[in-house]
């Protein structure tokens, strides 16, 4: 049981916009920031989102990040087949001292 | 471009010590002000941070393993290692190396790369 929490699937067609909610509480995602990765079938993880909405190098500005409360928000836009991938949120926890990951989301672009 | 790599056998029996090494190039260990990094992956299942080790050797570890798991650093290598001790079946895994960013700023942190990752199988 991941202590963040998100949504095991989501679902949309292509062009279309999704969002992944990750949950948390007042030791994480509330007084801390947010990441978020996206791991490919068959790959490693990649970094898509640090601190909460920042976009690294490279990453289409397709991805956006939100928080609010003790929740966070990844959003997709302009959806196409290859944003097919299983998304994680991440965050560190200030009652543990480490990094907590949510149970991942696997997206299905129909 | 910063690149890691990991190494290690893929196959451990139950109740020994499975060691990795994660060899980085395009960039130097020594001196930077990043830690870095192991997560890991049970076939099908979610990421789970194992812990993170600084250039000098100060590290942060996952409560639910710190007893078990060793994370240490060789800078004349510019190599990082993971040591997990009386490993169990569930322990088995896709293991990843990173480069972990920790900002010190409202928790800020993150993985950034990523090496391609070693499945370890524990079975006898």
């Known amino acids: 049981q991941s202590v963040l929490t998100q949504p095991p699937s989501v679902s949309e067609a292509p062009r279309q916009r999704v969002t992944i909610s990750c949950s948390g509480s007042s030791s994480n995602i509330g007084n801390n920031v947010v990441s978020w990765y996206q791991q490919l079938p068959g790959k490693a993880p990649k970094l898509l989102l640090y601190s909460n909405d920042l976009l690294p190098s490279g990453v289409s500005d397709r991805f956006s990040g939100s928080k609010s409360g003790t929740s966070a928000s990844l959003a997709i836009s302009g959806l196409q087949s290859e944003d097919e991938a299983d998304y994680y949120c991440?965050?560190?926890?200030?009652?543990?001292?480490?990094?907590?990951f949510g149970g991942g989301t696997k997206l299905t672009v129909l | 471009q910063l690149q890691l790599q990991e190494s290690g056998p893929g196959l451990v029996k139950p109740s020994e010590t499975l060691s990795l090494n994660c060899t980085v190039s395009g960039g130097s260990i020594s001196g930077s002000s990043f830690y870095w990094g192991w997560i890991r992956q049970p076939p099908g299942k979610g990421l789970e941070w194992i812990g993170s080790?600084?250039?000098?050797?100060?590290?942060y570890h996952n409560p639910s393993l710190k007893s078990r798991v060793t994370i240490s650093v060789d800078t004349s290598k510019n190599q990082f290692s993971l040591r997990l001790n009386s490993v169990t079946a569930a322990d088995t895994a896709v293991y990843y190396c990173?480069?972990?960013?920790?900002?010190?700023?409202?928790?800020?942190?993150?993985?950034?790369?990523w090496g391609q990752g070693t499945l370890v199988t524990v079975s006898s």
């Open positions: 080790v600084s250039h000098s050797g100060s590290t």
């Open positions: 990173a480069r972990h960013v920790i900002t010190g700023i409202a928790g800020g942190n993150w993985f950034d790369p």
């Open positions: 991440a965050a560190w926890d200030d009652s543990l001292s480490g990094v907590v």
